[in-house]
């Protein structure tokens, strides 16, 4: 057995050798994840006594503290009620949740909080070959923890979308008790305003989890679907929405219907699944709601631009991409289909050995069995645009990937240049470079 002290000095240099490699040697493309500023960093490493503390209790219809079970909370509360404001401000709602410590913590609770207010456990879904995470299946939490029936939406391959109308069709028949939209692979607005009626009419709670869009909606590049019919919002911080790793649940309660829910879902974060909820992030959850009150719609507006002129540079020069005649993507993402380079395995492991971080991915009309290699890549854009990168930029860096996806250079090769170009964009943009920063822009 390796004994204590070699372990430790081992897991010391591996992390620091993976602060640099992937925050200095690659390019990130992971659709999944984002890109903190120096503020938010910053913010976090002055939050470390808080990490350490515990505020089991119940909030109140505001999202605010109600009632908590130890001593020591006086400023443990108020950083509470004021992340939470920040958040209600940011997205325009009366009330939110951010105990949640991750997106998957923040489906839970809602997802259990809205079967228990509509006494009803049948959930209508996007099918997750299409796109819907595993937290929304039948196979992961919504069905294998919660249990949950999942009846699935009728996704149309040509639009790349849930098809509204046939929706509305299946909606009728089940009767759920809640009706999902959101997803993983996730290009186009869903049709939530189209099938809000119906969801009305057959008593649907109308969950949306924008975990992947939450920050192209605070810039207001994305659907809104709070004004476009979602009873509720389930997302996590980290992704486009640039601020520490989190997860946040948002509404108005403005019936007694919502008012129900608010209520079930409080209960279902405590005490049904929540004891430590990760105080220490909070602090650094609002200065990067501030950042996006700020510089929201510009970073959100480059993303959406950056993503589609990846999508139509590596289209014309002879990749498949998805939903061509769509435009490509409206979000962060795009999806590109390689099964005629060799598929999904080979081209990602060789980007990554270029230093191009991204995942493969199941197209919705891949064998979905077939796992180990799928047609697809998925590609986003959120972290790059943060580094800086503009259109030309971006062709730019097409323009490697294609070496690579084309094999028209070794990876290893291609991997210099890479590293050349990403020693153009250290830094960070549309964000603070220190909390001092942030506080000039308040004051
Ligand atoms: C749509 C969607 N919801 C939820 C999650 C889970 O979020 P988290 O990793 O914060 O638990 C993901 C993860 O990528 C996701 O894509």
Redesign the pocket.
């Known amino acids: 057995m390796t004994d204590m002290p070699e372990i430790v000095s081992n897991l010391i240099q591996a992390s620091k050798k993976h602060e640099q490699y992937r925050s200095e040697e690659c390019i990130n493309m992971i659709a ?1 994840e984002g890109i903190k500023s120096p503020a938010v960093s910053q913010m976090l490493d002055m939050s470390h006594d808080l990490a350490t503390r515990y505020a089991e209790g119940e909030n109140d219809m505001a999202g605010h503290v109600k009632k908590r079970y130890y001593q020591g909370q006086k400023y443990m509360s108020q950083i509470e009620d004021l992340a939470c404001d920040a958040v209600k401000n940011l997205f325009r709602t009366s009330w939110a949740d951010v105990r949640l410590i ?4 923040a ?1 839970t609770a809602t997802f259990k909080g809205l079967s228990l207010a509509s006494k009803n456990n049948k959930m209508v879904v996007t099918p997750l070959s299409c796109g819907a ?1 595993i ?1 929304h299946d039948y196979t992961g939490l919504a069905g294998s923890i919660l249990g949950i029936d999942n009846i699935n939406h009728v996704y149309d391959l040509d639009e790349f979308n849930i098809d509204p109308d046939k929706s509305a069709y299946v909606i009728r028949a089940a009767k759920p008790g809640i009706v999902t939209f ?3 692979l996730f290009l186009f607005p869903h049709p939530v305003k189209e099938l809000k009626a119906v969801c009305d009419e057959v008593g649907a709670y109308v969950a949306y ?1 924008a ?2 869009v939450l920050g192209l909606i605070a810039g207001g590049q994305f659907q809104d679907p709070l004004r476009e019919g979602a009873d509720f919002i389930t997302a ?1 911080t980290h992704k486009t929405f640039p601020g520490p790793q989190g ?1 946040v649940i948002m509404g108005s309660p403005d019936t007694p219907a919502k008012e129900k829910a608010v209520k079930k879902i409080q209960h279902a974060v405590f005490p049904l699944t929540a004891s430590s909820t990760h105080l220490g992030r909070l602090p650094a959850l609002g200065i990067a709601c501030l950042e996006m009150k700020i510089f929201g719609q510009q970073l959100a507006t480059q993303i959406v631009k950056n993503a589609q002129t990846a999508g139509q540079y590596l289209c014309e020069n002879g990749v498949k991409v998805v939903a061509e005649k769509k435009g490509f993507t409206r979000s962060h993402q795009i999806a590109l289909d390689v099964r005629g380079f060799g598929g999904g395995n080979r081209v990602a492991q060789d980007l990554e050995d270029a230093s191009i971080i991204l995942n493969k991915n199941l197209l919705p009309y891949d064998d979905q069995a077939d796992k180990g290699n799928p047609s697809g890549l998925r590609v986003g854009f959120q972290d790059v645009t943060r580094r800086g990168l503009m259109e030309g930029d971006v062709k730019h860096l097409c323009d490697l990937m294609l070496d690579v996806i084309k094999e028209k250079r070794k990876p290893v090769q291609v991997k210099a240049d890479v590293l050349a170009f990403k020693k153009e964009f250290c830094g960070v943009k549309y964000g603070f470079q220190s909390v001092e920063e942030a506080l000039k822009y308040v004051k």
Request: aromatic share 0%.
């Open positions: 999944s991750s997106g998957t913590h489906n995470h937290s959101g997803g993983s989890d975990a992947h996590s997860g």
